[in-house]
């Protein structure tokens, strides 16, 4: 079984992927997990798309996610939405040939400082999946209120409520990418 | 009286930037209006903001925003949402000291395609407003369907109806500005 | 295969109920179809549940739902989101025993006299069956705009286009009911 | 100056009627309060407004709306969305002559058992509000999670951090109110 995650943050220090990380760790051995890097996209035009066609790191990212059962989206929220890092590889990825969200089983979580541990921009990053027609997984909600106190200076989880959320997320997880195998 | 205008779209053939280009000539002459560009910002990172530091592209648009009395959207709809281009510029310009969108007055509109004509990227749009205290005129929504139809090769409008609802739209928006002078 | 149907509107000559029919008239002979009454059940109030209980009425459609393999709902739009009867018959099945919704196959549909079809009371739809787990067909998108002109005196669809969609509407609902049998 | 209160819930222990009252007591002495009831209106059906007319209950809330400066709404979240009473009661009152929000300056608060505060039907309240124009207030943000146990048996809220932000509420209410006097 293959599971590709995508994490909308690229920073040094991001807690969306210590979160990710931390699920990944929670993974059984049969999983084989692989990230998607979508930081070297250009920022969409569709012009681009019209002229020189899809870059080639989009083409890669787009193969990644058809050929895995599952993708894994880790999202901060910035002003109540997803970043535009994140919306610039789905919008890209998106755009390839036969696109391959189609049908795809998917699941999403997020970390925030705030408080509200990024219930907002999980609601638009699953409105964007609808048209896309991605089959997103609804249980549990993973969402990390206060992430800067739950992670140690390694970026290992310290806090065992959240550790058993995350828990009974990788078991869920499993089970909804199996659930889309062909 | 300054109305400053952002569109989300930068193809040499924008449909909304054509949409956009009506509004402004619809305006009176006591209305100076100007573009600010985004397109020239780096890909939103916190790690540049708490670096080097905020790019002085994005400071220059903060800049433009406040001294505006009015900020005017033009919005494509990618998958539901709106496009990276315009999340970008927004989360960029959201960071800046004093954040510009506070209390400022403001409107949206878009130009589709498809027959939704951004309901959806409109309403996300909206979203992402509320946290940065934007102050978004209501009426008369501007959802432009079909508008690869509703322009000639020249950028023109040719639409009656939709230059009927973009002539009120002009109206209330001078209005609107108007009320969020100090 | 057994398919419920909940329709938002109860309106004599409701579009949302004529739209509906007309799907239930393209199922295959296979599939049994069967309406839920919600127009029935009190105003939600919690104080009822935690009193008198779980109205009679309320617990026939939660073991309608709990029978069947897959949940059609039609939604109106007012006011950009769905209709108050709809939402109260929802919140009151979701306070059920074992609610029925959970990991339940279901799609929805919509009609409205304006020109965006539903588009916006769907996305609340969508939004309150996440915390429920309700699994959400995606496609096709069924958002019939000017519905009034498309159905004659005896709630016949005369639009061919309209028919063309439901006609793969149906088709897929079967094969999406299908998904969920364990 | 006049502002009127509609709470979503008619529970006996209403937390969110408990965060109303409190944020009344934080009102100056020259604010005229009052609450506009909605629980003795009908289900919304269009047939009844097509036949018998408008409810005699449903015209004097408009009406109150009409004479008010400012509607205080007072939200619990079901299901990540509003509840079917307080959709109702703004479904009917906007179907009454010259649609009472249109214009109006509003705002909103909510309370929860919950982690999230009625982030979600927050969000909700305001798409509805759109289409009818209403111009509701962004900030400060009133979400009260675990609501349960921050009011005495007495309903007097103990929690002093709530307290902090229901009083810049009600003196941004102030202000927002005097803002839409003609």
């Not at 890209?92 to 049908?103: C, E, H, I, L, Y």
């Not at 739950?150 to 058993?164: E, I, N, R, V």
């Amino acid at each position: 079984m293959k599971i590709v995650g995508i994490c909308g943050s690229v920073r040094a220090k991001s807690l969306n992927m210590m979160a990710l990380k931390t699920v990944v760790g929670l993974l059984p051995a049969e999983v084989s997990f692989e990230y998607a890097r979508i930081d070297d996209f250009p920022m969409y035009n569709q012009d681009i798309q019209d002229g020189p066609g899809i870059p080639a790191v989009v083409q890669r990212v787009a193969d990644q996610v058809r050929a895995a059962d599952c993708v894994l989206f880790a999202t901060p929220e910035y002003n109540w939405s997803l970043p535009p890092l994140l919306k610039n590889g789905i919008d890209w990825v998106a755009r390839t040939k036969d696109q391959p969200f189609a049908g795809k089983q998917m699941a999403l979580m997020g970390a925030t400082v705030g408080t509200f541990g990024t219930a907002r921009s999980q609601l638009h990053l699953r409105d964007i999946m609808i048209p896309l027609d991605g089959r997103m997984m609804n249980r549990p909600p993973v969402m990390i209120p206060q992430a800067q106190n739950k992670f140690d200076a390694d970026g290992k989880l310290t806090d065992q409520p959240t550790m058993d959320v995350l828990k009974m997320f990788a078991t869920n997880l499993v089970a909804w990418a199996a659930a889309g195998k062909k």
